[in-house]
């Protein structure tokens, strides 16, 4: 299916450019149940079959009690695909619901990330792979220029705290367009989490955003994610990225000669 061979090549371009999964890897995919990790666990699989570094696949899910419906079709996808699939009820998670009903994602990811590196540690793997798609990269780059003030996004590759985990981005040039296609072609019993619903927040307003300006503009994110690769330091206003001699330049006498004088007005 193109589809397939589109999404694979894409996670495939991924893994190699950064290197993402090396021989003898056990990768455990975090998998939310919603479309984006279906789609990573099935190219997981994919690439598993034809990659020439050898590596396993397990996968494995966290209840904090977000899922809007029970989640034993999960059960089945996984031992149709002979899958090793955990499911972790998180009880710390459930009591911070129970308690605190209002709690922000800070407190709630905080959570999921402890029991994460539980699991991961379990299931004896040594890289964690997430289903942050292409929209997530540019979401996070934008919401953090905005309301961060810095430029930065999601690393495609890093370590846990410890070390002890490699943690992976595969589908960094996956869009959700195509994993909602594939998710709905695959017949995947996509269970979201209550929380995707919600609507006045910010990550939804990025959403609208990003579909008003793609209706005249439908690469507007794989140009983002090429800019994200394609630093121009020299244009940013960060003097660590400057060249040595900075200081000097900056200095009053150089008179910085290079700007139009109407580049600074209003
Ligand atoms: S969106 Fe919901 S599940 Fe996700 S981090 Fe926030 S509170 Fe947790």
Not at 35 to 45: G, V
Not at 47 to 70: D, N, S, Y
Not at 138 to 159: D, H, K, Q, Y
Not at 236 to 253: I, K, M
Request: a neutral charge; proline letters at 6%.
């Amino acid at each position: 299916m193109d589809l397939q061979k589109s999404i694979l090549r894409k996670v495939g371009e991924a893994v190699t450019r950064f290197k993402m999964i090396r021989e003898e890897d056990r990768v455990a995919v975090g998998f939310s149940g919603g479309k984006d990790s279906f789609t990573l666990l099935e190219a997981l699989l994919a690439l598993k079959k034809r990659a020439p570094v050898r590596f396993e696949v397990c996968a494995f899910t966290i209840e904090q009690g977000k899922f809007i419906q029970p989640v034993e079709p999960f059960g089945e996808w996984m031992r149709e695909r002979g899958v090793e699939w955990t499911y972790h009820v998180d009880n710390p998670s459930l009591r911070l619901i129970a308690e605190r009903p209002g709690h922000g994602c800070d407190e709630c990811s905080r959570f999921r990330r402890r029991a994460v590196y539980q699991i991961a540690r379990r299931l004896g793997a040594n890289v964690i792979a997430f289903g942050h798609t292409a929209d997530d990269f540019c979401e996070a780059f934008l919401r953090n220029a905005m309301f961060t003030g810095r430029i930065s996004a999601l690393p495609p590759v890093t370590w846990s705290r410890e070390r002890d985990f490699r943690l992976i981005r595969p589908l960094l040039y996956v869009t959700e367009d195509l994993t909602r296609a594939y998710a709905e072609a695959a017949a995947a019993p996509v269970i979201p989490c209550g929380c995707s619903l919600k609507t006045g927040t910010v990550r939804r307003s990025l959403r609208d955003f990003f579909a008003e300006i793609e209706r005249d503009h439908p690469h507007l994110k794989s140009t983002l994610l090429r800019a994200m690769g394609n630093l121009n330091p020299s244009r940013l206003l960060d003097l660590r990225y400057f060249g040595p001699d900075t200081a000097d330049d900056l200095s009053p006498e150089s008179a910085l000669p290079v700007l139009d004088e109407g580049f600074i007005e209003s």
